[in-house]
């Protein structure tokens, strides 16, 4: 059965939380940015505060075994200035037995790296020649140790909860397996409790008329949320790379620009079921092309469908940003996700830029406002409207997957 933070008695347990500690560091092995440190010191303080005591495990990276420079050993004195203690350090996940037998009420432990083991992921490290039949054995065989990774690292604690998000999406053995142990005694903490609610809102209980912002450079990797939001959204947005291909497919001249010719049929097919589905598709109509994917390119203003051969759309014009923010401040409830142009190259990032500064004005105005996604988080981020929005979704595939309606392991594990 599923616990909740706030009402669990942590008084002389023991909690394993998973976190994601997997945070940026430079050459000098220091963090360029702490916010998701930050955003887990709300739960890890809760347990403390009420007499239990943290076994906090983390993934850093994608190491391929033991790597010095994937060590959460490097977070620590970030983790205790922010957690305001001492905290202590397992240079082995799987060999720390000692060290949390010691643990006192208030007092936490941070595990090393779960992935310099590959029975976190479950996925075997092969040399790229293998054959199948190694690469079944080797995936047989760590089926097999990930059981005992699993049970060793249940066995540390008297309760789970997960705050990792950003790996919900994942069936690994510290996001999901490990909730078993744990019948009556898993939790989430309130990074999960809060993305879950704001999604959750998003998708079954907006207020209407609901807009969402899809961009980003592919229609292949969006299908999934842009057919599942159908079902709940007024008005769709469309802008940034993927909007050529429904350009393409519906007949216009894109010159040079981003275009997945095996994804046109599936482009005409989703303009259809919008019609369908009563739901107003609005692409980016004036668009921002150049001459060259560069920062100092000759720029020009042109419809989507006549751009000049040799040219390419690199951004939603002012006319099509300002369209678009009549539809937006009109809403009650906005979705973001995914840059409306090369966002990267600070030439073509003005229409993302004022999509974030309409998100704030929309919020202002009492609409809910969701962002989530690297590059559209990034943006609000550096305008300096995070705060501005509703709310700021830390897992950007995790996010995803759950916006096309997916069941994520990491919830499931939790709620069965
Ligand atoms: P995604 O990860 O699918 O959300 O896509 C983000 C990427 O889309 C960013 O790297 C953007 O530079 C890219 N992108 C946005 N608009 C365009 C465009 N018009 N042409 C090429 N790439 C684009």
């Known amino acids: 059965m599923q616990q909740y933070i706030d009402t669990y008695d942590f008084a002389g347990k023991k909690a394993i939380v998973r976190v994601d500690f997997n945070v940026p560091l430079n050459e000098k092995m220091e963090i360029t940015d702490d916010t998701r440190i930050r955003a887990a010191i709300p739960t890890l303080k809760k347990v403390l505060e009420k007499g239990g005591s943290l076994i906090i495990m983390s993934h850093l990276g994608r190491p391929k ?3 010095e420079k994937f060590s959460l050993r490097h977070i620590l004195g970030r983790v205790s200035e922010l957690l305001g203690t001492t905290v202590k350090f397992a240079e082995d996940c799987m060999n720390a037995d000692e060290q949390v037998a010691a643990l006192k009420p208030g007092e936490a432990l941070v595990l090393e790296n779960l992935r310099f083991y590959a029975e976190e992921t479950g996925k075997p490290r092969l040399a790229e020649d293998a054959t199948d039949e190694e690469k079944k054995a080797a995936k047989a065989e760590l089926k097999e140790s990930q059981k005992k990774f699993v049970a060793k690292l249940a ?3 008297d309760c789970y909860i997960n705050d990792a ?8 053995a510290s996001t999901a397996l490990i909730a ?10 309130y990074v999960m409790e809060g993305e879950i609610k704001a999604i959750d809102h998003v998708l079954h209980t907006p207020e209407h008329p609901v807009t969402a912002i899809v961009g980003g450079a592919k229609v292949s990797s969006k299908i999934g949320i ?9 008005n769709m947005i469309i802008g940034g790379g993927m909007v050529y291909t429904f350009v393409k497919a519906q007949g216009g001249k894109i010159g040079n620009s981003l275009c997945e ?9 989703i303009l259809k079921k919008a019609e369908e589905k009563g739901v107003k598709m609005y692409l980016s109509k004036e668009v921002v092309i150049a001459d060259d994917f560069s920062n100092d390119a000759n720029t020009k203003i042109c419809l989507n469908s006549e751009i000049p051969d040799n040219w390419e759309g690199m951004d939603a014009a002012p006319s099509t940003v300002t369209a678009w923010e009549e539809v937006l401040m009109a809403s009650k409830t906005i979705l973001w996700n995914g840059p409306v142009g090369v966002f990267e190259i600070p030439a073509f990032a003005k229409g993302t830029n004022r999509i974030a500064e309409i998100l704030a004005k929309a919020t202002e105005n009492g609409a809910f406002t969701l962002v989530g996604g690297g590059d559209s988080v990034a943006a609000v981020t550096q305008m300096g409207f995070a705060k501005k929005v509703s709310y700021v979704s830390t897992g950007g595939g ?6 096309e309606g997916k069941e994520l392991p990491g919830i499931a594990a939790i709620r069965e």
């Open 261 to 269: 010719d095996d994804q046109m049929d599936l482009a005409l097919e």
């Open 165 to 172: 998000f950003g790996t919900a999406h994942r069936a690994h």
């Open 226 to 234: 842009i057919e599942h939001l159908f079902d709940t959204v007024d």
């Open 398 to 403: 995790a996010m995803l997957e759950y916006l």
């Open 155 to 157: 066995s540390y604690a």
């Open 65 to 67: 075994g033991v790597t």
């Open 180 to 189: 078993k142990y744990f019948p009556n005694d898993k939790m989430f903490g």
